[in-house]
């Protein structure tokens, strides 16, 4: 059975042969495995482009490994901090920046096509030279919601990431990048924040950090501690 197949198989969605199809597909949104990895893509980005869980450093980000822990995302997570859950995965860039950091990363994510998205960055992470150099295994990654899977993990984690979706400040941010107007226009604002927060607070061992945009208030209160950054900070409670 060829991969597409599979993938629309597991998805319950139409498998669509886009060559051959002489009209405009209806759907607004496809995924489409090419150059390598499993893309998503809207109707402008069908015929080249696409997106993709993006596994190389982010720019200005150091290439070894692990990478130094020196900016608010390390800060936020601690210096001793082991082990790590991000219970929000989306696109997995916080994910992946925290494991190139050398913490042990396992991911919840709830959207079936974000988890098809981020296991295809995973394998192809595997692949990595220096990965297989370093017999580094990628993140974990558990698919539902997490209000329900944090509540039954076999141990806790040292820290509990989360990077809900909160609503926007303006319709339009022109600051929005694609990946992230993707998916709040697939997936819409995580409106259960609230429940995510107090699920993910009972399930960590030590803490719980929060990244918030500028305007959001805390999520659970005053936070033990603050990390600022220019649009968003990172809220982080101590247990
Ligand atoms: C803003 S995005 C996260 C972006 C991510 N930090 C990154 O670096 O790409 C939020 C993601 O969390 C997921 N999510 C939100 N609430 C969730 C929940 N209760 N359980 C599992 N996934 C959830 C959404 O489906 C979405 O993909």
Known sequence: MSASLALAERLVVPLIDLPSSSSMPTQDFFLCYRDGSLKLLDKQTLKKGGLEVEIDPRPGEQHSYPAP?????AQAIGKKTKSVIDATT????????IFRMGYEVNCIERSPVMAELIQDGFNRLAQKD???NRQLQPPGLMVGNAISLLGNLPEAPDCIYLDPMFPPKRKKSALAKKAMTVLRDILGDDEDRADLFAAAWQATAKR????????AEPMGGKPSEVYQGKLLRYDVYIK
């Open 130 to 132: 220096w990965m297989q």
């Open 90 to 97: 989306g696109w997995a860039q916080d994910s992946l920046a």
């Open 208 to 215: 719980l950090v929060v990244k918030s945009p500028d305007y």
């Open 69 to 73: 822990k020196k900016d608010l995302l």
